[in-house]
């Protein structure tokens, strides 16, 4: 079967490799046939070379890509069966032919959404998660900050749930904002938006949707009204320093997770882009062929206005 790997940073070949067979899959895991791919924010570090010593990517076959719709074509879950398109994260080796997974990070999509449409449902799972460990955003003000294809999907979910919804990125997002949700969009550094916030401006529920950055999270402790909320989702460096007099004196929670539960946020995800179609396609601003590969992830690493989700086909 045809597979990728990264023989060097920034550089992607095509290998021919054995593909996994039905009879070797453990109880739970099903195999899968690709069809889709899309290219995650978390893909870029080990992409440019990045060592994470807990996650190594660099090299493994099929790495790094984990957002998935396929086909099944052999199943040991009675809840898959072959046939079933399916979505979900296939960490952290999507770039093959074949892949077997663990049946309990995937949904069977209904025939509603068409692939391109159904690439937004694995990101969008992962948001509906971590919004289910905040509190209620109905008549709060929330703040993301990060404006790329998740925190995006933030703006939209949390407008959805009644929010007031302030954006904020060195991009330009004013001709996103009404698609997506986004009350008032702020073009520049977080740190000058939090340093010039008023208090009553300050936000019940702060998202830091950039990661790898102690600055942003700081800037998040800055944003946060006093019994505030700050999560955690852009992927962290593994050691922060924290304002934590500021963040004690405003008696704040901080969250912060992986995904969990995918079966029933992945359902969840499918419903919310199945009303609403038109989102589901802005979603999605770039298309490359698998052989653009290299293509494909440099340009999802040039973030700039209009673009979001980029995803790799057949």
């Known amino acids: 079967m045809w597979a990728l790997r990264q023989p060097a940073p920034y550089e992607f070949e095509r290998i021919d490799v054995p593909a996994p067979t039905a009879d070797a899959l453990t109880p739970g895991e099903v195999l899968l046939r690709y069809r889709l791919g899309g290219v995650c924010g978390s893909d870029l570090p080990p ?20 957002e998935l719709v396929a086909d099944v074509v052999a199943s040991t879950v009675d809840r898959l069966t072959v046939g079933d398109r399916v979505v979900g ?32 449902v694995q990101p969008l799972a992962t948001v509906l998660c971590a919004l ?54 702020v073009t520049g550094q977080s740190g000058e938006w939090a340093a010039g916030l008023a208090d009553a401006d300050r936000a019940d529920l702060v998202i830091d ?34 304002p934590i007099r500021r963040f004690f ?45 290299e293509e494909a992830f440099l340009t999802a690493m040039r973030p700039s206005a209009g673009r979001l989700k980029v995803i790799l086909i057949l």
Not at 213 to 227: K, N
Request: one cysteine or more; glycine letters at 10%; proline letters at 6%.
């Open 47 to 66: 992409f440019a070379g990045v060592r994470n010593e807990g996650h190594q990517h660099t090299g493994i076959v099929g790495a790094p890509l984990h």
């Open 209 to 242: 949707a950039v990661g790898h950055s102690q600055e942003v999270l700081a800037d998040c402790v800055d944003a946060a009204r006093p019994f505030g909320e700050v999560y955690v989702f852009g992927l962290p460096e593994d050691q922060y320093v924290l």
């Open 132 to 185: 289910s460990r905040m509190g209620d955003p109905a008549g709060r003000r929330a703040a993301v900050v990060g404006l790329g294809p998740i925190g995006m999907l933030f703006c939209v979910v949390l407008k959805a749930r009644g929010a007031h919804v302030t954006g904020v990125d060195r991009v330009d997002r004013t001709a996103e904002a009404a698609m997506f949700g986004i009350d008032e969009v």
């Open 249 to 293: 004196r405003k008696t704040l929670t901080l969250r912060g997770g992986v995904t969990t539960d995918w079966p029933v946020h992945l359902a969840a995800a499918e419903r919310f882009l199945v009303d609403r179609r038109d989102l589901a396609r802005a979603y999605v601003t770039d298309t490359y062929p698998l052989a653009d590969v």
């Open 89 to 120: 994260t296939v960490l952290p080796a999507g770039l093959r032919e074949y892949l077997a997974v663990p049946a309990d990070q995937l949904h069977a999509l209904s025939p509603t959404l068409p692939d391109h449409e159904a690439i937004g």
